[in-house]
């Protein structure tokens, strides 16, 4: 079993900054950020795996960046140059091995609101 807890979401306006930060309760595999717009799917905004591999969804290139502490169990993402379109709620996961099912099973936190507005 793994908690996840985001924190750092906000009200921002337009250019401004946010730093999100999502706490393990113990040493997981891969982590990503999700986030959900209303009326929209969720989708992925960058996944980071445990060796500081990185992924983004073309939309934020250039303007997130997410980053992890192995030592502290913990994830960041740091987004710079907010638009109105990045405003959702931002979930993180994170994956980890059970070897009752031989698979990795996906643990989600509760989830932060990012609100990009002036």
């Known amino acids: 079993q793994v908690q996840l807890v985001e924190s750092g979401g906000g009200l921002v306006q337009p250019g401004g900054s946010l730093r999100l930060s999502c706490a393990a309760s113990?040493?997981?595999?891969?982590m990503g950020w999700y986030r959900q717009a209303p009326g929209k799917q969720r989708e992925m905004v960058a996944s980071?795996?445990?060796?500081?591999?990185?992924t983004y969804v073309d939309s934020v290139k250039g303007r997130f960046t997410v980053s992890r502490d192995n030592a502290k169990n913990t994830m960041y993402l740091e987004m710079n140059s907010l638009k109105p379109e990045d405003t959702a709620v931002y979930f993180c996961?994170?994956?980890?091995?059970?070897?009752?099912?031989?698979?990795?099973?996906?643990?989600w936190g509760q989830g932060t609101q990012v609100t990009v507005s002036s």
């Open positions: 113990r040493s997981v595999g891969a």
């Open positions: 980071i795996s445990s060796g500081g591999g990185t």
């Open positions: 996961s994170a994956g980890l091995y059970d070897p009752r099912i031989s698979r990795s099973r996906t643990y």
